[in-house]
């Protein structure tokens, strides 16, 4: 049985905070899990919205510091990582090695439509400048499913029939998609279980790992759960289950609540 993490998406920008991922990393150096799992939509492309094209906001945003900022959250994440690794290394210590899994989310897809939209770009704009591979992260196309020790992840799950995501709540989810799963997208956190016979089966959605506040969602909008998840014992689809949220890894490495060390900082 093994132990995995799962970070949600974390949406970085060259204007928002960038604290957490450094605290999530030494959580991970801390626990030494067998597998990470990144959900998706780490990088958030700003520039390549097709949402926000023509708005007051989308003034001044560039791709370059899309790519930038995003590169520099994922060094920051994995530098704990690799840290306990090297000091291992040095004392010819056994190396622990997790498993280190990125799901490519609809943000970064925007890249490829950015080609597919404008083909002279092709050769010259590509995911080679996203560091995740050279970090020693093993990434997965755009909803292209990984099963690990049958839970199977994905960005999100979609009706194979139109294309578009399943809706609906994830007990509603668990029928159509009928197997464990455990997704991103949704900034929201829902847990749900089913049982099929004699088996059971687990769906989770959990769409949210950052500090900042999402201008889209309005003033009430902007209340859900951020964190990441640990699945402990997993086999055969089914593990325990443990949420960490920000605000605890905040009070962890900076020994004070979320809210104090936003305001102080």
């Known amino acids: 049985m093994s132990t995995h993490v799962v970070i949600p ?17 030494r959580y991970i150096a801390d626990l030494r899990p067998d597998v990470v799992v990144h959900l998706g939509d780490h990088w958030d ?28 959250g994922l060094a920051e994440l994995t530098a ?10 040095r004392g010819n210590r056994r190396i622990w090695k997790p498993r280190l899994v990125m799901l490519r989310g609809n943000h970064e897809h925007r890249l490829s439509r950015a080609v597919e939209e404008d083909p002279k770009l092709e050769g010259f704009l590509d995911y080679s400048q996203l560091n995740d591979t050279s970090l020693g992260w093993e990434v997965h196309d755009f909803l292209d499913p990984v ?27 668990l029928k159509n998609i009928g197997h464990t799963f455990t997704m991103g997208h949704r900034q929201t956190f829902d847990v749900s279980v089913r049982y099929v016979g004699n088996r059971q089966i687990r769906g989770i959605v959990a769409g949210a790992c950052y500090l900042h506040d999402e201008d889209y969602k309005g003033p009430q909008g902007n209340h859900h759960w951020r964190g990441i998840l640990v699945k402990h014992e ?13 605000d605890y890894l905040c009070r962890k490495y900076e020994g004070m609540s979320l809210v104090d060390y936003l305001e102080e900082m």
């Open 45 to 72: 492309f700003e520039s390549l919205s097709v949402y926000d094209r023509g708005k007051l906001q989308f003034e001044g945003r560039r791709l370059r510091a899309d790519i930038d900022a995003g590169n520099a």
């Open 147 to 173: 099963e690990i020790d049958g839970v199977v992840y994905a960005h999100y799950f979609y009706n194979p029939l139109t294309g578009k995501p399943w809706g609906g709540t994830v007990a509603t989810m």
């Open 80 to 89: 704990p990582i690799h840290d306990v690794q090297e000091t291992a290394r």
């Open 9 to 25: 998406d974390t949406q970085v920008t060259p204007s928002v905070r960038r604290d957490h991922l450094t605290w999530i990393g």
């Open 234 to 246: 997993v086999r055969d689809g089914q593990y325990d289950l443990m949420e960490v949220s920000l």
